[in-house]
């Protein structure tokens, strides 16, 4: 079993910035891709930022420019710094990699439990 615990939201004003940190634990051979997704009141969870496992990113149009994504293997880690933060950025973010537990098995999606980020004045 692997579990995703993701740190760092919080309250900050327009303008302000978070970092986000996720970590994965429990049984775990590699991890492919991990990303951050956000899910605001009434809204669809969607995409804001993904790395694969060779550092390629790609970012929600809505957080290019001020988010950066970033990964730490050796401590099977991923990062969001997010910077120029705004009221439409508020929501609950979510951690999610793919992980596989040894080397015959295949990548399973994990989620983490989510971090509310709110930026208001």
């Known amino acids: 079993q692997v579990q995703l615990v993701e740190s760092g939201g919080g309250w900050v004003q327009p303008g302000g910035s978070l970092r986000l940190s996720c970590t994965a634990s429990?049984?775990?051979?590699?991890?492919?891709?991990m990303a951050w997704y956000r899910q605001a009141p009434g809204k669809q969870r969607e995409l804001v930022a993904h790395?694969?496992?060779?550092?390629?990113?790609n970012y929600a149009d809505s957080v290019k420019g001020r988010f950066t994504i970033s990964r730490d293997d050796a401590k099977n880690t991923v990062n969001l710094q997010m910077n120029s933060l705004k009221p439409e950025d508020t929501a609950v973010y979510y951690c999610?990699?793919?992980?596989?537990?040894?080397?015959?098995?295949?990548?399973?999606?994990?989620w983490g439990q989510g971090t509310q980020v709110t930026v208001s004045s």
């Open positions: 999610n990699a793919g992980v596989r537990y040894d080397y015959y098995s295949t990548y399973e999606n994990y």
């Open positions: 429990g049984v775990i051979f590699s991890i492919d891709h």
């Open positions: 790395i694969s496992s060779n550092d390629n990113t």
